[in-house]
């Protein structure tokens, strides 16, 4: 627990949230500024700044849990589909510095748009260095 962190302070409960489903390692609560109705968080308990810090228990804990929410959530709002995502870090526009899921129920002609937006213009790669990226990622 991380005494100035706002989601600690949800899972300590020291601060109200609008607690959707707990496990023993993970939490998941209604975002208090939605994109959507039925916009929900998921985070592991422990106070774990990026999704590189959690360990691999909590890692399945929180993703099971998005696994096991996002039908569940999308009956309760009557969502066409769904959009999944985490912001890891601040230069991905992360605010809270506690990992966190965002479960965003999608609706036809919400005008919203995919994930791909969230990345800003597309980068000019040709095939040899997609191939070093790849090299790169998989020998990590
Ligand atoms: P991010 O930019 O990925 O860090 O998103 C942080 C999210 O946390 C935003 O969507 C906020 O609306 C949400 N948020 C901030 N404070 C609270 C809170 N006390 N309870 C629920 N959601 C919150
Ligand atoms: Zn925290």
């Known amino acids: 627990m991380s005494d100035d962190c706002i989601f ?5 409960g020291d601060i109200p949230g609008r607690i959707v ?9 209604l975002d208090a500024n939605p994109m959507a109705p039925g916009h929900t968080l998921v985070i592991p308990k422990a106070h774990r700044e990026r999704l590189a810090d959690l360990s691999t228990e909590e890692s399945r ?6 696994h096991d929410l996002a039908p569940r959530i999308a009956e309760a709002v009557d969502a066409d589909a769904h959009t999944i995502g985490v912001n890891d870090g601040p ?5 809270v510095p506690h ?15 995919p994930i791909h937006a969230a990345a800003g213009s597309r980068p000019d790669l040709d095939d040899d260095e997609l191939d070093e990226i790849a090299a790169d990622i998989a020998a990590e």
């Open 8 to 12: 600690c302070s949800i899972v300590a």
């Open 21 to 29: 489903a707990e496990t023993d390692d993970a939490l998941a609560f």
């Open 61 to 66: 804990a929180v993703f099971d849990l998005v």
């Open 91 to 95: 230069e991905a526009g992360q605010e």
């Open 99 to 113: 990992a966190h899921v965002h479960v965003m129920p999608r609706f036809e002609g919400d005008g919203g748009g």
